[in-house]
């Protein structure tokens, strides 16, 4: 690892469909990246709403230097610098100098981030984006008549599983060990992780699992991405058809995928928080890539067994809270939370306009994502691989955590090491992402994220209901939430 590289472009590296280049990043280990690299075919014209097709092959040298667009998706505040249906492409960091290196691979959901931090903490760093929203799971009664195997939607879902198969195939060309391949995710990512480790399909495609701030449950009205019945999902497909005037070309597929991206989205606009705005396009329950409700597979024992770490911010609800009245709060408990909403209503109390955003944080994060993560480590506890369960408290002087305190999604620039003293942070955000990124790390080389130099981090059983808290101090406490926890054991109305 002593050699030192070449000036800015990489020497072309052949993968399986050509030869690409990028560029390296002078640092002490170098990185190699390579940004923009096809793992399929555009999904647009003909291919929109279709299983992902494997991408060509190329003549000469394919620049591989700037990322690719991101998928057009519902716009939920965070903007990407550039969409086309032409997104179905993924970015590498690494710091081998040798296909025999074999490093341990981290693949993350979602993006095009900077993973250069990461990668030179020894691993082999993917990210890739995938379709999301009406473009990503639609699912209409005609699509599943096109279909072979009678059903449609989950095209964001299949999407990911065919960059975990490039990852497979072509890692290697990059350092890679395609043996050692941990999964990781946030929000919507975090909750595909743990769809995929309920698939099939996804048997053998990765080894460990990382699901932050996402769950498996399917609680329909709190989260876009609960798993829907077919049927179902085929009839918000026909109403998408019906508003974007599709519903009476006398060829309505070929109707639906000539509209531009950005009407579709306008028309089916939605929103990823606990009020049901517009139209949700959600996973369905297939038989195929998802067999079963994710939530009844992972209490039956089905999910794949493979060690896992999940967790939660403590602000999470922080990012959906609205101006609800203290009575429209009462009574979306009431709606939601059916035999323990009493137990909720004392638990999350809110007697004043003043205390409902508060109490409606508190609540939120518990219903939608320390509950998930709490069940889906306990589900562990019938596999031989078990899972590590956290929770993240820390409040960073930068950003919108002034506001919005461990809001959703403040964890991920710890764990990729984004974090610099110019945006506000200070040493003990730097401490906390060091020690974080080694957790991380530690899990993709071993399955184990306990490592020397860190606080213990027990695995979780229900028993002792241990966790790790990442915050102003990392330490092993037990019971989060375990009232409200235990008071919420499925009562929600999923349906």
């Not at 975090?190 to 769950?215: T, W």
């Not at 306008?266 to 996973?283: K, Q, T, V």
Request: proline letters at 8%.
């Amino acid at each position: 690892m002593s050699k030192s590289p070449p000036d800015v472009l990489t020497e072309p590296l052949r993968i399986e469909t050509g030869l690409i280049r990028g560029t390296w990043i002078k640092t002490d280990p170098p990185i190699r990246v390579f940004k923009g690299i096809p793992y399929a075919l555009p999904p647009s014209g003909d291919l929109r709403w279709r299983p992902p097709q494997p991408a060509g092959s190329w003549e000469g040298v394919r620049d591989c230097t700037s990322f690719g667009p991101s998928c057009p998706a519902p716009d939920w505040g965070n903007k990407p610098r550039k969409t086309s249906e032409d997104c179905l492409s993924l970015n590498v960091w690494t710091p081998a100098l040798s296909p025999e290196d074999r490093l341990p691979v981290m693949v993350y959901l979602h993006g095009g981030g900077k993973g250069e931090n990461l990668a030179r903490q020894g691993i082999v760093v993917v990210t890739f984006n995938y379709r999301q929203g009406p473009l990503g799971f639609l699912a209409h009664p005609l699509l599943s008549r096109e279909s072979p195997r009678g059903v449609s939607g989950n095209y964001g879902l299949l999407d990911q599983l065919q960059a975990l198969r490039w990852v497979k195939r072509n890692i290697a060309f990059f350092g890679g060990d395609p043996d050692c391949v941990t999964a990781f995710g946030e929000s919507a990512g975090g909750i595909s992780i743990c769809k995929l480790m309920v698939s099939p399909l996804a048997s053998g495609l990765f080894h460990r699992a990382i699901a932050e701030s996402g769950g498996p449950l399917g609680i329909r009205f709190v989260l876009p991405w609960a798993d829907g019945l077919l049927e179902e999902e085929e009839e918000t497909g026909v109403e998408l058809a019906r508003l974007l005037g599709c519903d009476g070309a006398g060829d309505t597929l070929a109707a639906l995928r000539s509209v531009p991206p950005e009407q579709i989205l306008a028309i089916s606009h939605s929103d990823p928080g606990p009020f049901n705005r517009g139209l949700r396009f959600e996973p369905v329950i297939d038989g195929w890539v998802i067999p079963h409700d994710t939530q009844a597979c992972f209490a039956s024992g089905l999910q794949h067994d493979i060690p896992l770490i999940i967790g939660s911010n403590a602000d999470e609800g922080s990012r959906f809270v609205t101006g609800m009245s203290v009575e429209e709060y009462q009574s979306w408990i009431r709606q939601m939370c059916l035999d323990s909403a009493d137990d909720m209503l004392r638990l999350f109390p809110a007697s004043t306009p003043e205390e409902v955003g508060e109490a409606f944080n508190r609540l939120y994060t518990v219903m939608a994502f320390a509950y998930p993560a709490r069940f889906v480590a306990a589900s562990m506890e019938t596999k031989k691989s078990g899972a590590f369960l956290y929770h993240f408290t820390r409040v960073p002087s930068a950003g919108e955590a002034r506001e919005r305190g461990a809001y959703h999604g403040v964890e991920i620039s710890y764990v990729f090491g984004n974090l610099s003293a110019e945006a506000g942070y200070v040493a003990k955000d730097l401490d906390l992402s060091r020690d974080m990124m080694g957790y991380w790390t530690a899990f993709a080389r071993s399955g184990d994220p306990n490592a020397p130099g860190l606080p213990e981090w027990p695995p979780y059983d229900s028993a002792t209901d241990r966790y790790l808290e990442l915050g102003d101090e990392i330490v092993s406490r037990s019971g989060l939430y375990r009232e409200a926890c235990n008071a919420m054991e499925f009562p929600f109305k999923n349906r």
